[in-house]
Structures are given as structure tokens and as C-alpha cells.
């Protein structure tokens, strides 16, 4: 059965490497629903954040060729229910919609979401959450002459209580000491 799954893969910034990545999941007919790369909380390493919905037995082969990948040190995959996530959506509005009314003002106050910018032309405002959150003011403002609108991939954090890249560092580390000693 198909589910929802966040990847995590870990790497050196190079050149390149979120094309071989990438290439994995065309190869496989797996479509990416959404894919952020940024610097991880190790100096040195990036993190890509991939959600794919896939089946567990295609998500695990998927991370096993990742993984196979040079340039990538570690890949791992999460449900929905062991992470916490946000992605992040701007809102493009014409000034005069909120002008005329306190309707689109009361859809930024009931969404938590925050006006970023204000022209005399138009309003950008800012929502986070999940995409459906997003997806929902997307559609609620859209009578209001919506001009532009884009949404953010995933950022996720596992509920792990220590970052598994971490762990297997340090056994890394330790495992090339044994060989040293």
C-alpha cells in the first residue's frame, strides 16, 4: 500500500549531487512531491528533504541506492507520524482587496498567517503550516484576485531523541580508531 514518506539524505554540498539523486527516483517511475536541500546542524554537511509517496518495500530499495550514491553519507526515510514538519507559502493579493473590506483581513488573522508586505498595489502575505493549511488559504483567497502564489517544500525534523546521523558518525569515528589502534 502507498503512503506518505519523508527522506533525509545527508551529504557534502557537491555539485551535482541532487541530479544523481534525483535520477534515482525517475529511474523507479517515483514522482517527488516535494524537495528542499539546505545545510544541516553538522558544519559541512547538507541536508535534501524529499516526500514521495511510495510503498515501505519501494522506499527502503530507494534509500539503499541512494545511499550507493558517492556523495551521499546517509539516507534515511520517515512516516508522517515520526516527524515534525512545516512548509511555508506567500500569498500575493491586490491592496484593494484588502481595502475593501475586512474580509481578507479576517482570513489572515483566522489562518495565522501575517501580512510580509504592503504597497500600494499589493499585499504579500506569509502562511506556515502543513500543505493542506496552505492549500485551504490558497483557495479561500482566491476570490480576492489572488495574483501569485508559492509554497515551499518540507522542512522536518525527526522525533528521534538524537539525530541518527549523529549516532552513525560517531560509529564511524570509533569503527576507524579500532583500525587504527
Known sequence: MK???????YSENVVGLLNQVTTVFTRRHINIESIIASASA???IHKITI?????SEQVEKLVGQIEKRIDVLKAYYFRTHEIVYQEIALYKVPTKSLLEGNEVEQLVR??????LELTE?????????HKEETQD???KLQPYGLTQFTRSGRV???RLKKEPLNIWLKTLEEDQLKVQA
Open 3 to 9: 503512503e506518505e514518506f519523508t527522506l533525509t539524505v
Open 42 to 44: 553538522i558544519k559541512g
Open 51 to 55: 516526500v514521495i509517496f511510495t510503498t
Open 110 to 115: 483566522k489562518n495565522g498567517a501575517r501580512i
Open 121 to 129: 498595489e499589493y499585499v504579500v502575505i506569509q502562511k506556515s503550516g
Open 137 to 139: 488559504l490558497y483557495e
Open 156 to 158: 522536518a525534523v525527526n
